[in-house]
């Protein structure tokens, strides 16, 4: 599985969380989520709850993912 923080047409975006740790705005959700969701979160879910926490933080890019099956 392989993660990247945005499409090709996207730029990542950089950010300062709450504690004043600089990230990527990815990156700040990913953590987010991994400490507030069950850890065999399906991956297609993860990215759904990534987006969505991203939105809602209105960081407009558009994480995507990869998989072999």
């Known amino acids: 599985l392989g993660i990247s923080a945005t499409n090709e047409y996207n730029k990542g975006l950089e950010i300062v969380d ?10 700040a959700a ?24 991203m939105s809602q933080q209105q960081y407009w890019q558009d994480p995507t993912y990869r998989f072999e099956g």
């Not at 709450?18 to 990156?27: D, I, K």
């Not at 991994?34 to 969505?52: F, H, Q, V, W, Y």
């Open 18 to 27: 709450v504690a004043g740790e600089r990230h990527g705005a990815f990156t």
């Open 30 to 53: 990913l953590i987010d989520v991994l400490a507030t969701e069950a850890k065999d979160l399906p991956a297609g879910l993860l990215m759904d709850k990534l987006r969505s926490r």
